[in-house]
């Protein structure tokens, strides 16, 4: 039973204003695995003035000292990779396999690629007489999600850390332990005191009082879409930077051509990875309406070949994060059913021989239009809706009409007609045949966010621009 009932602020680990405790879930039993105490305004007014009296020497630290830091960092993260698998496992249910492979490197990855981008990174240039100066933007408020508890975590204190900001971090209280370990690692590398403070608690004790603490001068977010409206007016009144990275409801266009089946097969377990709960994950596939009936077959075979049970056991998926998850994709299934959608495999309930933990069948809709619910909505669960087109303009037609814009997928043996579809398509990330880099910007067009992520385009989050005019002496 895990106990974090202290908060890191000013290098120290220091007792809440006031104690109150909070039961996290393990969602693979339904049993409390830990308890962590809940910050409040008093609390996160302690870690702003601590990160204000720590930038005025990080924001001056050179280059060579933020790179020495992120290497630090890395160094003692790795140090901690077990104990950080091991937390997100029990803490949001990743199987750990996925843990291991995917969940822990991906948090670390983005730590290295910030110093490796920060080496070259230029925050001065010269126009004529003016020079252009690029400088941290101040304190930095996270408020980071369960899903992808490290990759979102390590998203914004890298580049932070990298361009001399300081910051506060409030975890998701739902999967805190690996935040906690984090904060323990940033402890051990030496990173000053002030710098990075953490905060555990929820949105109404934590959240809202950093989001709108004056003495916040860039507030980053990751959760869904309602969430982010609401950090964005309760920053509003100190017209602090906002950065959201929010909701999806991505298509993934599924050519007629010979990469057809890969294609479907490769989109099943993409949107099935992680139980369904990434915010980019391709849930709304778009075949031609003359191979409906090929590509259910194929995602149904797909689907059906994933294992789902124990998280520590040789399963491919593990339980969604909690009740209230569980409960709303159950009832988002339902909908789809009784919209007249086709149930191609899975459905409502637990898998069969699991009666305890919040495990999700891995479901299968065909034949959906886009005014389905299932295809309005991010589910964040393990639920592929297949739509049809008959035309590839109709195609992209399709996948525009959305709220949202994360991410989009092509599947293509023509790389030219890929192409040419990611053109159209309105989202900030657009994969092709389920391309990666980890160091292209991510985020989303429309209520998907604003800003970007990952790699040197997320430096400019963290930073103002100042112009000097007159830098250089007139010419004679």
Same mark, same amino acid.
């Given at each position: 039973?895990?106990?974090?009932?202290?908060?890191?602020?000013?290098?120290?680990?220091?007792?809440?204003v006031?104690?109150?405790s909070?039961?996290?879930?393990?969602?693979?039993t339904?049993?409390?695995?830990?308890? $962590?105490?809940?910050?409040?305004?008093?609390?996160?007014?302690? =870690?702003?003035?601590?990160?204000?009296?720590?930038?005025?020497?990080?924001?001056?630290?050179?280059?060579?000292?933020?790179?020495?830091?992120?290497?630090?960092?890395?160094?003692?993260?790795?140090?901690?990779?077990?104990?950080?698998?091991? =937390?997100?496992?029990?803490?949001?249910?990743?199987?750990?396999?996925?843990?291991? +492979?995917?969940q822990?490197?991906?948090?670390?990855?983005?730590?290295?690629?910030?110093?490796?981008?920060?080496?070259?990174?230029?925050?001065?240039?010269?126009?004529?007489?003016?020079?252009?100066?690029?400088?941290?933007?101040?304190?930095?408020?996270?408020?980071?999600?369960? *899903? &992808?508890?490290? *990759?979102?975590?390590?998203?914004?204190?890298?580049?932070?850390i990298?361009?001399?900001?300081?910051?506060?971090?409030?975890?998701?209280?739902?999967?805190? !332990?690996?935040?906690?370990?984090?904060?323990?690692?940033?402890?051990?590398?030496?990173? /000053?005191?002030?710098?990075? *403070?953490?905060?555990?608690?929820?949105?109404?004790?934590?959240?809202?009082?950093?989001s709108?603490?004056?003495?916040?001068?860039?507030?980053?977010f990751?959760?869904?879409?309602r969430?982010? $409206?609401?950090? %964005?007016?309760?920053?509003?009144?100190?017209?602090? +930077?906002?950065?959201?990275?929010?909701?999806?409801?991505? /298509?993934?266009?599924?050519?007629?051509?010979?990469?057809?089946a890969?294609?479907?097969?490769?989109?099943?377990?993409?949107?099935?990875t992680?139980?369904?709960?990434?915010?980019?994950?391709?849930?709304?596939?778009?075949?031609?309406? %003359?191979?409906?009936?090929?590509?259910?077959?194929?995602?149904?075979?797909a689907?059906?070949?994933?294992?789902?049970?124990?998280?520590?056991?040789?399963?491919r998926m593990?339980?969604?994060?909690?009740?209230p998850?569980?409960d709303?994709? @159950?009832?988002?299934?339902?909908?789809? $059913?009784?919209?007249?959608?086709?149930?191609?495999?899975?459905?409502?309930?637990? /898998?069969?021989?699991?009666?305890?933990?919040?495990?999700?069948?891995?479901?299968?809709?065909?034949?959906?239009?886009?005014?389905?619910?299932?295809?309005r @909505?991010?589910?964040?669960?393990?639920?592929?809706?297949?739509?049809?087109?008959?035309?590839?303009?109709q195609?992209?037609?399709?996948a525009?009409?959305?709220?949202?814009?994360?991410?989009?997928?092509?599947?293509?043996?023509?790389?030219? #007609?890929?192409?040419?579809? #990611?053109?159209?398509?309105?989202?900030?990330?657009?994969?092709?045949?389920?391309?990666?880099?980890?160091?292209?910007?991510?985020?989303?067009?429309?209520?998907?966010?604003?800003?970007?992520? &990952?790699?040197?385009?997320?430096?400019?989050? !963290?930073?103002?621009?100042?112009?000097?005019?007159?830098?250089?002496?007139?010419?004679?």
């Amino acid at each position: 039973m895990r106990e974090y009932l202290k908060f890191l602020i000013d290098g120290q680990w220091v007792d809440p204003v006031e104690l109150r405790s909070h039961a996290v879930i393990n969602p693979a039993t339904e049993q409390a695995c830990g308890h $962590i105490a809940l910050g409040a305004a008093a609390d996160v007014d302690k =870690a702003v003035r601590a990160a204000r009296k720590a930038f005025v020497g990080f924001s001056r630290t050179s280059r060579e000292e933020r790179i020495d830091l992120l290497q630090r960092i890395a160094a003692e993260y790795q140090k901690r990779f077990g104990d950080l698998a091991a =937390a997100i496992t029990e803490e949001m249910g990743a199987p750990a396999s996925l843990a291991q +492979r995917a969940q822990v490197p991906i948090g670390l990855g983005h730590i290295l690629a910030a110093a490796e981008a920060l080496k070259a990174f230029p925050f001065a240039e010269d126009r004529g007489a003016t020079r252009i100066v690029k400088e941290p933007i101040g304190v930095c408020g996270f408020i980071t999600p369960w *899903n &992808w508890p490290l *990759n979102q975590i390590a998203t914004k204190v890298a580049p932070a850390i990298a361009t001399g900001c300081t910051m506060v971090l409030k975890p998701s209280e739902v999967a805190p !332990f690996s935040g906690q370990i984090f904060a323990e690692i940033m402890q051990a590398a030496g990173v /000053p005191a002030g710098v990075f *403070n953490l905060v555990h608690g929820d949105g109404p004790g934590v959240g809202v009082a950093l989001s709108s603490h004056p003495g916040v001068d860039m507030i980053s977010f990751t959760g869904s879409t309602r969430a982010g $409206i609401e950090v %964005a007016r309760n920053a509003a009144p100190t017209v602090k +930077r906002v950065h959201q990275e929010l909701g999806g409801k991505s /298509p993934n266009i599924v050519l007629d051509d010979a990469a057809f089946a890969a294609g479907v097969s490769r989109g099943v377990g993409s949107v099935m990875t992680n139980s369904g709960q990434t915010c980019s994950a391709p849930t709304r596939m778009l075949v031609p309406q %003359a191979r409906m009936a090929e590509a259910a077959a194929i995602a149904k075979q797909a689907a059906e070949e994933l294992t789902v049970g124990d998280p520590n056991g040789n399963h491919r998926m593990g339980p969604v994060v909690s009740a209230p998850q569980f409960d709303k994709i @159950q009832g988002l299934i339902q909908a789809g $059913i009784d919209e007249g959608a086709t149930l191609v495999t899975g459905g409502p309930g637990r /898998p069969e021989g699991l009666e305890r933990g919040f495990y999700v069948k891995p479901t299968v809709f065909a034949d959906v239009t886009n005014e389905m619910t299932i295809s309005r @909505q991010e589910i964040f669960g393990p639920v592929l809706a297949i739509l049809g087109y008959d035309s590839l303009d109709q195609a992209i037609e399709i996948a525009n009409d959305t709220e949202y814009g994360l991410a989009a997928y092509v599947q293509a043996a023509d790389l030219d #007609a890929a192409r040419r579809v #990611a053109g159209e398509l309105r989202a900030g990330q657009v994969s092709i045949n389920g391309a990666f880099d980890s160091n292209a910007p991510f985020g989303g067009y429309k209520m998907s966010g604003n800003g970007r992520e &990952w790699g040197d385009y997320a430096f400019h989050e !963290f930073l103002e621009t100042k112009a000097v005019l007159g830098w250089a002496p007139p010419a004679s």
